[in-house]
């Protein structure tokens, strides 16, 4: 299978614990983003890599959030001191400058907080 | 800032029928706009690309067009089956820091 992978897919924690979350992107695609879905709404982009420079954050990614890549290759996005809000799909795309920037996305990763 | 805009929220009609969806954005400045479906619990699933030099574009029985003077995108839908019963959300790519900005989406379902 050559799509972009989460894992896991699905993580349930109890507040206050750490979360990690990993994403392998289709294999060409030099460009990588986050978003968070919450029930009913549309996907809100957290942040966005080019390579292994993260080239943008969104104001809705806290202290408590950290995103790397560190080859330019996987990503990993973690969550400390998780907190009952955290609770939502978490979904990696990846893209290429040669098709457009069309973004081409993960099953996410649901994340339950107790 | 830009807001995208779906309408209805909800959407349920007889199979055959053809149907259009609609979205809408505030700011003309885009790179992109994709349509996405989304299956119960699941991840997005790219449906359709038009960039913003583009007025349309088909995949079988999927038609989207975009006109970008008036801020609209429609998804047309030809002969609607059952399984096409799914979310449907739009999305546009701003074009100075490549992050996709989202309708809520429209849950259509498709009944027997």
């Known amino acids: 299978d050559t799509g972009v992978s989460q894992n896991p897919r699905h993580k349930i924690t109890k507040r206050g614990q750490n979360v990690t979350f990993r994403c392998d992107p289709i294999s060409e695609h030099n460009r990588l983003y986050w978003y968070r879905q919450t029930l009913g709404q549309g996907p809100e982009f957290l942040t966005y890599f080019q390579n292994e420079a993260q080239l943008e954050k969104s104001r809705l990614l806290s202290d408590r959030f950290s995103a790397e890549r560190p080859k330019g290759s996987f990503s990993t996005l973690e969550i400390q001191r998780t907190e009952q809000g955290d609770s939502a799909m978490y979904l990696c795309?990846?893209?290429?400058?040669?098709?457009?920037?069309?973004?081409?996305f993960g099953p996410g990763t649901r994340l339950t907080v107790l | 800032k830009q807001e995208v805009t779906q309408i209805p929220a909800a959407l349920s009609v007889p199979e055959g029928e053809n149907l259009v969806l609609n979205c809408s954005f505030t700011?003309?400045?885009?790179?992109?706009l994709q349509w996405f479906r989304q299956d119960p619990g699941k991840g997005l699933t790219s449906l359709l690309l038009i960039q913003s030099s583009q007025r349309e574009q088909t995949s079988g029985r999927l038609n989207a067009s975009l006109d970008k003077s008036s801020g609209r995108s429609t998804l047309y839908i030809a002969a609607s089956q059952p399984g096409d019963s799914a979310t449907y959300l739009c999305?546009?790519?701003?074009?100075?820091?490549?992050?996709?900005?989202w309708g809520a989406g429209t849950k259509l379902i498709i009944k027997p």
């Open positions: 700011d003309s400045a885009i790179y992109n």
């Open positions: 999305a546009v790519l701003v074009d100075s820091n490549y992050q996709l900005i």
């Open positions: 795309a990846s893209s290429t400058t040669s098709t457009y920037n069309e973004q081409f």
